[in-house]
């Protein structure tokens, strides 16, 4: 069975500091993606950075990048000069693959950012 | 301008009712999907169609229905209303029904039972 799955259920970090958020996961598949979506207060969950299995660079979006780590399964978010808008659950996704158009969800780690 | 929309956005009903949330995507994708997140923010798939098509049905109670008129709408409906059925129910659409594409979803439609 694939599963995926977020250790830290709450962090909190100061506004402008740098905070990482990790996700493990669990699959058998050589080539997959992986997708980090946020959920902030208003509850719209939003794309932040998708990694595709297959390349071995980190994907990054502005203050969002990844560090993967395909041999540990490892897919975890780093957030750089954090802003009080980031705070949201973040949640780390994976698409099962026999089941292709299904995600499977972490449990979430919610982040605050403090002013 | 929306991606992907819903209504009701909020939905507060007795047990026992009947009851339907609608979406609709300008995306022109071509798969849809229904999520339910629980109490505890769990996200589980429910369904996804392509085309029209039901491809994915979870272990959901078959009081949950959903129906596909065309390809950019797909609607939930749900019999006999129960406490547990309240959550926050999400759709969302994907270009194709792959594993690389990526999935955007709506607001989510708040439904409280009581």
């Known amino acids: 069975a694939q599963t995926v799955t977020q250790s830290q259920p709450e962090m909190s970090v100061q506004e402008a500091e740098t905070v990482t958020l990790s996700c493990t996961y669990d699959?058998?598949?050589?080539?997959?993606?992986l997708f980090w979506y946020k959920q902030p207060p208003s509850r719209q969950m939003i794309l932040v950075i998708r990694?595709?299995?297959?390349?071995?660079q980190n994907a990054t979006e502005n203050r969002f990048s990844v560090n993967f780590q395909k041999a540990a399964k490892s897919f975890s978010l780093k957030i750089s000069d954090s802003q009080l808008g980031d705070t949201a659950m973040y949640f780390c996704?994976?698409?099962?693959?026999?089941?292709?158009?299904?995600?499977?969800f972490g449990q979430g780690t919610r982040l605050t950012i403090n002013p | 301008d929306t991606a992907v929309s819903q209504t009701p956005k909020y939905l507060v009903t007795q047990m026992g009712n009947d009851k339907s949330i609608k979406c609709e995507q300008n995306?022109?994708?071509?798969?849809m999907y229904w999520y339910k997140q629980d109490s505890k923010k769990f996200l589980k798939i429910m369904f996804s169609?392509?085309?029209?098509?039901?491809?994915i049905n979870e272990t959901v109670p078959n009081r949950f229905s959903p129906k596909s008129p065309d390809k950019a709408h797909l609607n939930l409906h749900i019999n006999s209303l129960e406490l547990g059925d309240s959550a926050v129910y999400f759709c969302?659409?994907?270009?194709?029904?792959?594993?690389?594409?990526?999935?955007?979803f709506g607001p989510g439609t708040r439904l409280l039972v009581l």
């Open positions: 969302a659409s994907s270009r194709e029904a792959d594993y690389q594409e990526t999935q955007y």
């Open positions: 699959t058998s598949e050589n080539n997959y993606y």
């Open positions: 990694q595709e299995a297959y390349k071995q």
């Open positions: 996704a994976f698409p099962l693959i026999q089941g292709a158009q299904k995600l499977v």
């Open positions: 995306l022109g994708h071509d798969t």
């Open positions: 169609y392509n085309n029209k098509e039901l491809i």
